[in-house]
C-alpha cells in the first residue's frame, strides 16, 4: 500500500490565523518531507525529516514551522501567513534519506490566504 | 543552472497517438538516479519509475516506455497510444549526493503538460 494521506484537503485561512496541515504514512517510511507548490510550477522542497529529526531546512520563513511527532505522522503549522503563500503544499514519505528512494506524495493542501 | 531540462512546456496530441516527453539532466555524480512523476488535475504527484545511473537498459510497462541514454543525459518517456486518461502534467526529476552526504534531494524539471484530445 503506497498511501500518503493529507488533511485538510482545501484550507482558507487569514493572515491573522494559526492552522496545521497533518500528513501520515503507514508504509513503515523513515524519511519524510514537505513541498510547496505554486501553480505552474514544480515541486519546491521545504523540509526533509529523517527517523523523526529536522534534517533539512531550506531557508523557510518561521511563519511555516514543521513537526515530526512520530514516524507516520507530519504536520506543518501556519502562523501569520502572507497571501503570497497560497500554493499547493505536498506531503512525500520515503524508505530512507538516501538519494536513491523514491518518494511518495499525498494528494496535497490547496492552502489559500487572504 | 537548472539540473533538469524539460524543454517541452505543453504538447497537444490526439487519442491513439504516440507521445514522446523529453528529459536531458546535467550532474557531475558517477552515481544518480531519475524519476518520472505524474500530476493529474487532482494534484497528486504519482510516481512512474526510478533509474539508476548504471543501468541503461529501456524499460517498457504497459504502454510506457523509456530510453536511457548516458551519452546524451537524457531520460525520455513514451506513451504508446495515447488515452484521454493520460492527460497530466510530467516531471522528470533528478536525485544525487547532497554536497557530499547521502541525503535525498529531488531536482525537477519544469513539467510538461500533455493534453490528450477524444
Known amino acids: 500500500d503506497t498511501e500518503v494521506t493529507q488533511t485538510p484537503k482545501h484550507l482558507v485561512m487569514g493572515m491573522t490565523n494559526k492552522k496545521s496541515l497533518k500528513c501520515e504514512q503507514h508504509m513503515g517510511h523513515r524519511a519524510m518531507y514537505w513541498y510547496k507548490q505554486k501553480a505552474k510550477k514544480p515541486p519546491e522542497l521545504m523540509f526533509v525529516y529523517s527517523y523523526e529529526k529536522l534534517s533539512i531546512n531550506e531557508s523557510v520563513p518561521s511563519r511555516f514551522s514543521p513537526e515530526c511527532p512520530n514516524s507516520s505522522l507530519l504536520n506543518l503549522h501556519l502562523h501569520a501567513l502572507q497571501p503570497e503563500d497560497s500554493a499547493l503544499y505536498l506531503c512525500a514519505s520515503s524508505q530512507g534519506e538516501l538519494y536513491s528512494y523514491e518518494q511518495y506524495f499525498g494528494p496535497g493542501t490547496r492552502l489559500t490566504v487572504t | 543552472a537548472q539540473k533538469v531540462t524539460q524543454a517541452q512546456t505543453e504538447i497537444s496530441v490526439v487519442e491513439k497517438e504516440d507521445v514522446t516527453l523529453d528529459c536531458v539532466y546535467e550532474t557531475r555524480d558517477t552515481t544518480y538516479y531519475l524519476f518520472w512523476y505524474k500530476q493529474p488535475p487532482s494534484g497528486e504527484l504519482v510516481f512512474l519509475i526510478r533509474?539508476?545511473?548504471?543501468?541503461?537498459q529501456n524499460e517498457i510497462s504497459g504502454r510506457y516506455s523509456w530510453n536511457f541514454q548516458k551519452s546524451t543525459s537524457s531520460f525520455n518517456f513514451t506513451i504508446t497510444a495515447s488515452q484521454v486518461v493520460d492527460s497530466a502534467v510530467y516531471f522528470c526529476?533528478?536525485?544525487?549526493?547532497?554536497?557530499?552526504?547521502?541525503?535525498?534531494?529531488?531536482?525537477f524539471g519544469r513539467g510538461t503538460q500533455l493534453t490528450v484530445w477524444p
Open positions: 526529476a533528478l536525485s544525487e549526493p547532497d554536497r557530499g552526504s547521502t541525503l535525498g534531494r529531488l531536482y
Open positions: 533509474r539508476n545511473s548504471f543501468d541503461e
